[in-house]
C-alpha cells in the first residue's frame, strides 16, 4: 500500500508505507486489516509471485542507472 507525501516544496508523490514509517509498519498493517475486518472484506496478502516481480524490477532499475 502506498500513501500520498506532501514535500515541504508541496510537491507531492506516492511512497510505500516501509519508506514513510518504517518503525510503525506492522501497527499500521494490523489497522488496515482491522478496518478491513470491520467492512467484511478479505484479509489483504501479498503474492510471493508478486514479490519476485518486484525484486526483478528494482533489479533493472538499478542496472539502467
Known amino acids: 500500500m ?3 507525501a506532501l514535500l515541504a516544496n ?4 506516492w511512497l510505500p ?7 510503525y509498519g506492522s501497527l499500521v498493517t494490523a489497522f488496515e486489516q482491522a478496518e478491513r475486518k470491520k467492512q467484511r472484506l478479505p484479509e489483504l496478502r501479498r503474492s510471493s509471485r508478486l514479490a519476485e516481480a518486484n ?8 542496472l539502467m542507472t
Open 17 to 23: 508505507r516501509a519508506d514513510l514509517m518504517p518503525e
Open 55 to 62: 525484486e526483478e524490477v528494482v533489479d533493472e532499475d538499478l
Open 10 to 13: 508541496y510537491e507531492t508523490f
Open 2 to 4: 502506498e500513501y500520498l
